[in-house]
């Protein structure tokens, strides 16, 4: 079944304020990575967190991994308009994938200037 | 050094016509992942392949979806005698590795397949 359930499904908030969003997952992992998706585009790869780390930062961006728990959270911190997006994680299912990444449903995320 | 690539971005069919859809990976790249968005959701997993081989095809559907990734050219997702609910965003995505080792796929922009 699927798995990478992100949470919440939609996230309002002002410029300048931090947004969190949460991602639950089912199996083992190797690795979890954090993607974002503009309207009508493409996915950008955010950040890439192995199972044996904890914590990850990259920017205004901070991921953490809690494999006891099977989740994982994304801080964007001061964010900013051009920060409106959706945000996906993605798990690689651990041993034996075959490398293909299972998606969350997502968290839209909408920064008001 | 160029991003992997798709073509078409648009692409209309009648229902019961193919579509063909390309995907050249970023230079250097052996793998090739295809993936399907279907509106308001995430992306689904259809194919794996690498180079003239497929290795993991258990996320296309059984009838009408092929896909291929020649010795030379793009790899390439065909869908025959389209149906309304094929209509959805197709992305390609390749990797330099075994992405289960921790290595990240990059994605090219999709195709927007509409069915009419």
């Known amino acids: 079944s699927q798995q990478g359930e992100e949470d919440p499904q939609a996230l309002s908030i002002q410029e300048g304020e931090n947004a969190t969003m949460n991602c639950s997952y089912k199996?083992?992992?190797?690795?979890l990575q954090w993607y974002r998706q503009n309207s009508g585009r493409g996915l950008v790869h955010l950040i890439l967190i192995r199972s044996n780390e904890r914590e990850k930062h990259s920017g205004r961006l901070r991921v953490t991994l809690d494999t006891s728990k099977k989740s994982s959270s994304l801080l964007i911190t001061a964010s900013r308009a051009a920060d409106t997006a959706s945000y996906f994680c993605?798990?690689?299912?651990?041993?034996?994938?075959?490398?293909?990444?299972?998606f969350g449903q997502g968290t839209t995320l909408q920064v008001k200037p | 050094n160029a991003g992997v690539m798709q073509n078409p971005r648009h692409l209309v069919r009648r229902r019961g016509q193919e579509a063909r859809l390309r995907c050249s990976p970023m230079k250097g790249h052996s793998h090739v992942y295809w993936y399907r968005q279907l509106p308001e959701e995430g992306l689904k997993f259809m194919v794996y392949l690498q180079k003239e081989n497929i290795i993991d095809e258990s996320g296309m559907p059984k009838e009408r979806f092929s896909a291929e990734f020649p010795k030379e050219g793009p790899s390439i997702l065909r869908i025959q005698q389209v149906v309304r609910g094929d209509s959805a965003a197709y992305f390609c995505?390749?990797?330099?590795?075994?992405?289960?080792?921790?290595?990240?796929?990059?994605f090219g922009p999709g195709t927007r397949l509409t069915v009419t």
């Open positions: 995505a390749s990797s330099p590795f075994l992405s289960g080792q921790g290595y990240e796929q990059y």
């Open positions: 199996t083992s992992i190797n690795n």
């Open positions: 993605a798990t690689d299912g651990g041993s034996g994938n075959t490398g293909k990444l299972i």
